[in-house]
């Protein structure tokens, strides 16, 4: 495989040997760690010394099932830290195809002309690109599919991303020509500052991938495969009612963030639970349950259609549902859905522009529970780019800022997703001490707080919690370098078979000689160089806490932010 | 002397006795003592938890000349670090008049009812204010003045503050019945989330200042006020021309940031500079001369007059004009003088917003060199609380964000003032490592660099610069606590006699037995404690650096910023 790197400055290409030390990283884990080694810490996020850092995982491009997440590193603008985002889409089984173990976007351009990029065969070429500026993801992605072909994969951003916003994301192809999001970070801007509005891949005649040992491989998968499907939430829950099964599973445990984090539980739920969802799906002629990559097994996504049973969106994650729902206090599923649809279309991650409505909401810019008023804020002001937009569309510390709010649930100014800190005590240890900001899937202790997996431990107590957030991150850190999905962690952390025929799919593909331990440590090696980078940049262990208002009791079990800044900092004691 | 608190969750007010270790200090080195000792250095700036701090200098309300600065302390919500802004008025001296060391206003109210402060012999009442809601501070100080009488002290928010934005600042009546302000850091906003429109300060029947030693103290302040006059920078050259003696100065000496920095010329320099501007304010029958406090013999402000011989503005200091002149490339001085205007009535920093605008011309939103633009926007967007309004009037940083633009002459989110870091090293070394964020008057090294005070140091040279920071640094810490005007540290730091005149006043007023080294200690004390304030709060040295854009050539010397990290980390080396 080979390191693609690109130079915006002088529209170079070159490819480049992939280095002893990078040869089993992948994923998330590749992103950091070239991030840490080339990225001044203190550097601008938009200038010329962020790099853009696009690497399929470690299995991308195998019959690993799951295994076809794309991950995305840089310089946040949104944190000011180093960010990962990732997604299922086509990109990441075509990059490994193509034999593209990572793919690094360096410097700006001069003046303002704006660029594509396409990968093939035998490189990239950067192309200029006029034609598709300040279109939305879903004519970028339905254009390029006329011009290049329904198998040309495509990564893109949309006009928030253009806006170079905070909350913009990068948007990647899926199997049905919808559309998956690199939701958080702001990485969209990144992408957008490098003045690249899309990269289209074309892994026809790529060198295909080269694995050493295939009959152990195949032994291994087919292990994995069934273990994911046998594990009751990933072979299960998940399939048949997407994320959104948990609207009714926080709400019940109390800890379903409402009205910007002042009640635990929205009595609304009934309108926008997964069951709802599903029932509504079933009855518009949509599609309940399929994978946004393929070889998914577990089959999150759905397509999820309006009244006259056209589409209307998909990939409707239970965080969309709960951030524009109980937690601006919506019950409105279709509204929901629209939103979706937009922020999908102009490139935006819905938990950070939850967030900023929350903050709109607390502001009076308009009244709790408006959904339409939501969606027209969307359409007429963040699509637009007008100046509320771009208040907006810069996330919720930004909008709380310029309109003197003071409850704003971020951590490191990224805003919290769909599970409260006090009530989830485990989720809230890894909102606090993540190196990615405010984020659920970098340790989702969300797992034996709430849904019994790896263990139960109470959520209302602090007791375990730290522990709990610590193995989960670094578990995370480790299946985002293989390019798994995280909802594969359910059975690699339950069952010990799964987490073995995975450490035997990499060692058959590699050559290597892992044991799991050696796959954990690897998952530290990554998250110390997440934290070096921070600390770097100027992180202290203050960033590592949650905004003030948490020690607020929240409804109904009324418990409130209750751990020391002493205790947060045993996280990374490893 | 009382230390007066109020708490405005219960609307309280206490007198309390003065503690031993806070009885010789006075000004900032007051504010900063008190904002460390009970401020949550973690707390949201807006919030409960935050305090805002007022207090007259040592040696204020006395026969000493220039001694009637007054300092505020809070949390600055646009630092996030420790912040002290200064200015002249009538407030100062009337406190020290009622025996008032320090006003410390607490907590926040409930609902949404705002308050006025009415500060008297007996202490301070507390009043709900509904009538000056929404009002500039030029109707406040008009209204207050009309119903309390001419000799009422007031202390005001405007729009901004109203809006917490955080540009927005405190402003104080000044002998004229004009508006002087303490410009940085948004102070405005803090008093506003305290939801206090204005303080009134009525010295009627104060008990006076208690000196103990009075003939000793009536000769030290003649030796100290004719010091002042004989130096030929606060004898001459600023009572003459005001502060905008230096357009002509910098310009000539290649540091007047033009076009946001990226000159060090400016080619309408002939009509903004300080002759132009006293030949105008003569043939408009304008005050070229006076006060800004009573007692000051610098007399550097004046009245700027309209085309019709109106009164347009006052205190119309270099810094504007730098800001809305050369670093915006507008060459005329009458929309400046307007923009002046609006700024003191709306109650927002000039330094601040004339960055702002500066990023706003980077991000096209108005054109370089657009007088009347600017001024639109004052009077349009940020008076009315506009979504425009709202990104500018919170400072640079924040409206390079909301556009993306990377070029932003910030540090620690502080806008730089009018001197080129790169062609005056000294003064950059004090933007990048006062506890303050970018700011001129905390150690300000022009004096060597460029005025030859203090001894000469290359302003192009890094040598000497180091040290030349540091020391001015702990002096202007030192004179800020007694709270004198910074201009009388060119007489304090060149002539002998007139530090050990400062010294005996002090010593005299409260039979201390000070040296000037005990004084400078003071300094040293109080600069530490703000630094471990910041520290506590979350900054590191790499908040102690200036943005990366400072590695361009400025012309015409085509110097670089060039100082290393480690180079400025001995700031603090003592």
């Known amino acids: 495989m080979k390191i693609y790197r690109i130079n915006m400055s002088n529209l170079s290409f070159v490819a480049e040997e992939v280095p002893e030390e990078w040869k089993l990283l992948g994923g998330r884990g590749l992103t950091s760690v070239i991030v840490a080694k080339e990225v001044d810490p203190t550097c601008h996020p938009l200038g010329n010394k962020n790099k853009l850092v696009f690497a399929p995982g470690l299995l991308a491009g195998t019959m690993a099932a799951n295994s076809g997440r794309l991950s995305v590193g840089a310089k946040s603008p949104l944190t000011g830290g180093i960010k990962e985002s990732n997604s299922g889409g086509t990109a990441a089984q075509r990059l490994a195809k193509l034999g593209v173990k990572a793919l690094i976007i360096e410097d700006i351009p001069e003046g303002d002309q704006w660029y594509s990029l396409h990968v093939h065969k035998d490189g990239v070429k950067i192309k200029e690109e006029t034609e598709l500026l300040g279109k939305g993801n879903y004519e ?12 040309t994969g495509v990564i893109t951003i949309g006009q928030a991303g253009e806006y ?12 049905k020509g919808h559309i998956r999001s690199l939701g958080r970070g702001g990485l969209g801007a990144v992408m957008s500052s490098k003045r690249i509005k899309y ?9 295909g991938i080269k694995i050493l040992d295939k009959e152990t491989f195949k032994t291994a998968a087919q292990i994995f495969n069934k273990g994911l499907l046998s594990h009751p939430v990933s072979g299960n829950a998940l399939p048949k009612y997407g994320t959104n099964v948990l609207v009714n599973i926080l709400n019940e445990a109390g800890g379903l963030p409402t009205k910007n984090f002042r009640m635990g539980q929205f009595e609304g739920t009934e309108k926008i639970c997964g069951e709802t969802m599903y029932d509504t799906i079933m009855s518009r002629k949509g599609d309940p349950t399929h994978g946004c990559h393929v070889g998914c097994v577990i089959r999150c996504s759905q397509t999820y259609n309006d009244k006259d049973n056209k589409y209307l969106t998909s990939g409707f994650e239970y965080e969309t549902i709960w951030g524009f729902g109980a937690g601006c206090t919506v019950d409105d599923l279709d509204i929901i859905a629209n939103i979706d649809q937009i922020c999908d279309d102009i490139g935006i991650d819905t938990i950070e522009t939850a967030g900023a409505m929350m903050v709109a909401m607390e502001a009076g810019i308009l009244p709790w529970g408006d959904g339409l008023g939501m ?9 637009e780019g007008t100046y509320l937009g771009r208040i907006l569309g810069n996330g919720a510390d ?17 805003s919290m997703p769909a ?8 989720i809230g240890v890894t909102y606090a001490t993540t190196t990615m900001g405010a984020d659920h899937t970098a340790g989702y202790s969300v797992t034996s707080n709430v849904l019994n997996v790896g263990g139960r431990i109470d959520p209302l107590a602090k007791e375990g919690q730290i522990e709990l957030s610590r193995n989960l991150q670094i578990a995370t850190a480790a299946i985002d370098s293989a390019g798994l999905c995280i909802f594969t962690a359910f059975a690699i952390l339950d069952y010990e078979p799964v987490s073995h025929a995975l450490i035997d799919m990499i060692n058959a593909e590699y050559g290597s000689n892992w044991s799991v331990d050696d796959w954990f440590n690897m998952g530290r090696f990554v998250l110390k160089t997440e934290r070096a980078f921070n600390q770097a940049a100027g992180f202290t262990n203050k960033d590592d806490r949650l905004p003030e208002f948490f020690s607020e009791p929240v409804p109904p079990h009324n418990v409130t932010w209750d751990f020391t800044g002493e205790e947060l900092d045993q996280v990374y004691n490893f």
Chains 1, 2 share one sequence.
């Open 419 to 426: 599970y409260d800190p006090r009530s989830v005590k485990g």
């Open 375 to 383: 969606l027209k804020l969307f359409t007429e002001e963040i699509k």
């Open 164 to 175: 170079k916003m905070s909350a913009s994301n990068i948007s990647v192809k899926d199997p």
């Open 398 to 414: 930004f909008t709380g800022k310029a309109f003197g709010v003071t409850r704003i649930p971020t951590v490191k100014h990224q």
């Open 199 to 207: 990269i289209t891949l074309d892994d026809n005649d790529g060198k």
């Open 140 to 151: 970028v992605i339905h254009t390029l599919t006329s011009r290049y072909g329904e198998n």
